[in-house]
């Protein structure tokens, strides 16, 4: 009867097994060190941040129904420099519903379009600006309540 001869091996494959699996747990223990020592909460002094209320903090507006485009003065600004885009954007507005204010250049070049409100007309202005396909809606900031022409709404056309 013969029996099966051992293949002789030339790699101690035990061996490597072992090796390699401690390896392994070596890195997994340093991940996790790291892991804590990323995640822990830490505990070094941190300067307290102290808010400190404006000195003229903006008088909170009662809520409001959407009003009617006809009851919403639009002031059209160009922005862009192309000469007539104001009155064009004003003509389109004007023919949505929306009363115009005016139409006159911007102070300066803008990147973007935009429009912008006072206190109280929010949902006008994000109404606005879908009818307008305009993404940016803002406070008025840089405009006094004089250069308005009696508009609550401002479009300022820029380059896009």
Avoid at 35 to 47: C, I, M, Q, T, Y
Wanted: glycine share 10%; proline share 8%.
């Amino acid at each position: 009867m013969d029996h099966a001869q051992p293949i002789p091996s030339s790699f101690p494959w035990r061996t490597a097994t072992i090796v390699v699996g401690a390896i392994a747990a070596v890195e997994l223990i340093a991940l996790l060190g790291i892991g804590v020592v990323r995640l822990a909460p830490s505990h070094a002094a941190k300067p307290a941040v102290h808010r400190v209320a404006p000195r003229h903090a903006a008088p909170r507006v009662p809520t409001h129904p959407l009003r009617t485009r006809s009851a919403v003065r639009v002031l059209v600004l160009n922005g862009n420099g192309v000469q007539g885009a104001a009155g064009a954007a004003a003509a389109r507005l004007h023919l949505r519903g929306y009363r115009i204010g005016g139409t006159r250049n911007a102070a300066r070049r803008y990147a973007l379009s935009m429009v912008l409100y006072v206190p109280g007309w929010i949902k006008e202005a994000r109404r606005l600006a879908h009818d307008a396909g305009i993404r940016v809606v803002a406070p008025v900031d840089g405009l006094r309540p004089s250069q308005l022409s009696g508009s609550k709404l401002v479009v300022v056309l820029g380059n896009a």
